[in-house]
């Protein structure tokens, strides 16, 4: 008795029932947090945030494109999100004459609005827990596939009577909690998304990588899309006679600024988290995963940075490549750092030991064990996966003579893949990166590991360098003409073409030598994983648990926060426009301003004008772009990032570090007003008191 008392009390305080601010909430569920989200001095009520009865918040607000999450501001369909979020948009609209990324874009009518092919925003109509209907018939007794097979033929009867393409509705089960329980997502998807906006780069993009998951942040990360909807205010395709989207509900913004402490609460999508893994699996993100992979990563940083910085179309070519690059080498960085600063390994080890004690009497007596066994299996292959995504993977010209032989097997166009991939592809590059992650595969890959096909190949070439210069004089897909001439009929050339024969060889060898191992060992973890997510419920009845991440619609609320990054620094919570000055350095790409932004603070009185600012949300990748909201429910900022110190709020919440950076919507509104003139916006918009 004594023991299970201490023992308890050591969880208590161990393991606090949650630490402040942590979690990703279900907007369904939301009635379960509203309380405390008042107590936190939300003034709204749970309707008010999601309803299916009547228009509430989530009715403006949608998942941009695949990655990222926007809010409508207007009754005609206006829509914010990131700059970073409509990069691509922005770049393919770009040349050098007229560099919409450099010089930023701005509509001064909706007949300047520009269509983008391809992009989409989805509006979740309604999310539902559809647990009992989806494992309807499965009884304990059955076995996995079984199981597998019921809940694929009940997700598709469900989703199958909802589905209507013609209408644009999409609907899907998502499974949660590691499976324990299902829901049922319905989105209506709008595929007519206009760019109405976005400042030059220097400011949208403003510090650039230097900056980039760091606080102090001047980054006026914004662009503004619009949705256009046929003339029954329904989803069609792109066409002159499309009408601006009535939506049913959209944001009143709030200039009355943020202070800290001030309530703050983000909605938007998340992309993926791992909160409830075992030390076994942090263990291996924080030191074997993130480290090589940022290893592999600065080869290639290098090199493109080294060209960019020579030509300006070379820099155009590579802005957003090297950008998604940089991103996650720099915040694998930060996890790493953050999980070691923690002793996340540790913590959950502790927390194991409890586990383990209490385990010993139940069903989940040995389920650690066998997890960990699991990994020590995985381990070994998925780094050589991870080696093969960060080398091979990442020679342009082979995905590119992959992607053309699909096309054409496909019967697709080539034209298309060509014109997009050589509008953007710098041929020395892509031959340097060769050289490099190949000299890092053949170095570092574990030998038992390594295709024979590579080996025989280096060493008939006798050196990279030799392979490199054979590999691009020979293959045809460094020449666009001959690429566009391709027929069904050019298989055979395709085949024997040099760049095809790598991508496949070692695209045969990961088929043969890592997946199969890899899927069936990620299967049993993932089961495994379901067992444990339910035993830690039972184990910690008291603790709310929120569903890992998946890209569906969530709510995290928290404060206005500085914090103390490392000793006797502390960062207060809100940026302003004197900073950007004191950065501002003609010399330096990152912080060159425009002159226009000069001459504006040298008029003077804009001193104070904010920024950006911090806050204690629980966000991940996906949030970018979400409507940063106060207590009265009206938008003051766009979430955009992370401080790099608490990236690791993926495997694990830090209070003290985990803070994310959002726009201050009044410095947008400053933009579009003294940068881009386009205060014809300003008419549509709704403005609180
Ligand atoms: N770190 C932010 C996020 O993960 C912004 C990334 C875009 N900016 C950049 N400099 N790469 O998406
Ligand atoms: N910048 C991220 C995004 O694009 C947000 C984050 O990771 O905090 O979604």
């Known amino acids: 008795m004594k023991r299970i008392i201490v023992c308890a009390l050591a969880l208590l305080a161990f393991f606090p ?30 309707e008010d945030v999601y309803s299916v009865n009547q228009a509430s918040l989530k009715d403006a607000v949608v998942l941009f494109g695949g990655g990222c999450t926007g809010e409508v501001v207007s009754r005609d369909g206006l829509l914010f999100t990131n700059h970073h979020c409509g990069y691509g948009q922005i770049q393919q609209h770009s040349s050098v004459e007229h560099d919409y990324l450099k010089d930023g874009f701005w509509a001064m009518s909706r007949e300047e609005e520009l269509p983008n092919r391809g992009l989409t925003v989805s509006f979740l109509q309604r999310m539902e827990e559809v647990t009992a209907q989806v494992l309807k018939g499965y009884e304990p007794s059955m076995s996995e596939a079984q ?18 393409p013609d209408k644009g509705i999409r609907a899907n089960v998502e499974a949660l909690y590691y499976a324990n329980q299902y829901f049922l997502f319905v989105y209506k998807v709008y595929r007519d998304v206009r760019l109405v906006g976005a400042p030059p780069s220097s400011i949208g993009k403003f510090g650039g990588d230097t900056d980039n998951w760091m606080w102090p942040r001047h980054t006026g990360d914004f662009s503004i899309f619009r949705i256009y909807a046929g003339k029954d205010n329904e989803p069609a395709d792109y066409s002159p006679d499309n009408v601006p989207y009535q939506p049913k509900r959209f944001f009143t913004i709030s200039r009355a600024g943020v202070k800290e402490g001030d309530f703050t609460f983000v909605y938007g999508c998340p992309g993926s988290t791992k909160e409830y893994v075992t030390s076994d699996e942090v263990r291996y993100v924080g030191e074997v995963s993130d480290p090589q992979k940022i290893a592999l990563r600065t080869l290639r940083l290098d090199i493109q940075k080294k ?6 179309a070379v820099r155009i070519q590579y802005s957003s490549k090297n950008a998604s690059v940089s991103n996650a080498w720099k915040k694998w960085q930060g996890e790493a750092k953050g999980l070691a600063r923690r002793g996340t390994v540790a913590s959950k080890k502790e ?16 389920l650690l064990d066998r997890i960990s066994a699991l990994y020590e299996k995985r381990n070994p292959y998925y780094r050589a996966y991870e080696y093969y995504t960060e080398t091979v993977r990442t020679i342009e010209l082979l995905s590119f003579a992959s992607n053309v032989r699909t096309a ?43 295709p024979a096909w590579f080996k025989d190949k280096l060493a008939a070439y006798g050196s990279l360098a030799a392979w490199r210069d054979d590999l691009y004089a020979r293959s045809l897909f460094t020449d666009k003409a001959r690429v566009l001439a391709l027929t069904k009929d050019d298989l055979k ?7 095809w024969e790598m991508y496949d ?12 191992v890899i899927t069936e060992v990620t299967r049993d973890i993932n089961l495994a994983y379901r067992e444990y997510m339910k035993a830690q419920m039972e184990f910690q009845p008291d603790k709310a648990f929120y569903p890992d991440a998946n890209m569906t619609l969530r709510v995290a609320y928290g404060k206005v926060a500085g914090y103390s990054p490392s000793d006797a620094v502390y960062y207060s919570p809100v940026s302003t426009l004197k900073g950007i000055i004191e950065k501002d350095d003609p010399n330096i790409f990152d912080y060159d301003i425009p002159q226009a932004l000069r001459d504006i603070y040298a008029e003077g009185g804009h001193d104070d004008q904010p920024v950006c600012f911090l806050a204690t949300n629980h966000t991940s990748g996906g949030n970018s772009g979400s409507p940063v909201i106060n207590a009265d429910g009206h938008l003051i900022g766009i979430n955009f990032d992370r401080v790099w110190e608490g990236t690791m709020s993926d ?3 830090d209070p003290d570090f985990c803070r994310n950076i959002s726009l201050d919507i009044r410095y947008l509104l400053f933009v579009v007003e003294h940068i881009g003139h386009a205060t014809w916006l300003f008419d549509e918009m709704r403005f609180a008191e």
């Open 17 to 46: 029932v949650l630490r402040a601010d942590e979690g990703m909430w279900l907007p369904v569920l939301i009635s379960q947090r509203i309380e405390d989200m008042q107590a936190h001095g939300f003034r709204l009520t749970a």
């Open 147 to 164: 199981r597998d097979s019921i809940v694929r033929v009940n997700s598709a009867a469900i989703t199958k009577s909802i589905v209507n």
């Open 307 to 312: 060209y960019m910085s020579q030509d300006q």
């Open 351 to 366: 927390f194991e030991r409890y586990f383990r004690a209490w385990s010993r009497t139940n069903q989940y007596d040995g």
């Open 408 to 450: 054409l097997t496909a019967g697709r166009p080539v034209a298309d893949v060509a014109e997009r991939f050589f509008k953007d592809y710098f041929q020395p590059i892509d031959e340097e990166i060769f050289v490099a992650v190949m000299d890092a595969f053949d170095k570092q890959m574990d030998p038992a590991f390594k």
């Open 493 to 499: 050339k395709i085949d024997a073409d040099p760049a």
């Open 505 to 516: 060889a070692f695209y045969q060898w990961y088929r043969a030598d890592l997946q199969p």
């Open 651 to 653: 495997l694990a919440f």
